[in-house]
């Protein structure tokens, strides 16, 4: 079925450093991806977004890459602040007309000073 | 701001009665949605709307009602809950079927004894 996991449950890094998270979906036709962070307590919020027909997208401090050929989708985070711990999701749009957006099951990012 | 907002934050119900979380936006985003999210699960959906008066079953709408009378709000109904209903809710909104950024709500957290 139609899936987006994650390669690595959590991932510990320290300031300064760059992390790079990992994410692999399963469903061709998704045209879509976004990655969303979600602190504890709290609901997940948008970081950055690819449309498929693009390979590369770089927001403030994070870069997205997609890579259509292995269905493999990453998040760089540059200079890894504290304020980085959270919870990593990668969602791809799945569904009838794209309806839905289907969740992998998260990356723990842990950073230390 | 711009927000959705769910009420309440914190719930803790006995099996069979029935409760509504609230979910409201202020965006005048037509497209609405419900996940769940568990342990080694990440967030699954449970229901849909695209607009107003209509509604579609997510992956997991088993025991679940919704409704979309009107385009801010879109509650979701536990008609005689169980525990297995024992989660964290997000509701979110975005302008489009998930092929644009959504904004989730900070979340509910029932629990069904």
């Known amino acids: 079925g139609e899936s987006v996991g994650l390669h690595l449950p959590t991932l510990s890094v320290q300031e300064g450093d760059n992390s790079i998270i990992n994410c692999a979906y399963s469903n061709s036709a998704s045209d879509y991806f976004i990655w969303y962070k979600q602190e504890s307590g709290k609901g997940p919020q948008f970081i950055i977004d690819?449309?498929?027909?693009?390979d590369k997208r770089q927001g403030q401090r994070v870069t997205v890459l997609l890579n259509k050929t292995v269905k493999h989708l990453s998040l760089q985070i540059a200079a890894t602040q504290p304020g980085d711990s959270a919870v990593y999701f990668c969602a791809e749009n799945a569904g009838q007309a794209g309806t839905a957006l289907i969740f992998g099951k998260g990356t723990t990012l842990s950073v230390s000073s | 701001e711009a927000q959705v907002t769910q009420n309440p934050r914190y719930l803790i119900t006995v099996t069979g009665k029935k409760l509504t979380v609230t979910c409201s936006q202020n965006?005048?985003?037509?497209?609405m949605s419900w996940y769940r999210q568990d342990p080694g699960l990440g967030l699954r959906q449970i229901y849909y709307?695209?607009?107003?008066?209509?509604?579609d079953k997510g992956d997991v709408p088993e025991g679940y009602k919704v409704s979309r009378k009107e385009k801010r709000n879109f509650p979701l109904i536990l008609e005689s809950p169980s525990p297995n209903q024992t989660s964290l809710y997000f509701c979110?909104?975005?302008?489009?079927?998930?092929?644009?950024?959504?904004?989730f709500g900070q979340g509910t957290r029932l629990t069904v004894v």
């Open positions: 690819i449309r498929s027909n693009m």
């Open positions: 979110a909104s975005s302008t489009g079927p998930m092929n644009t950024e959504a904004f």
């Open positions: 709307s695209m607009n107003v008066e209509v509604t």
């Open positions: 965006m005048n985003h037509e497209y």
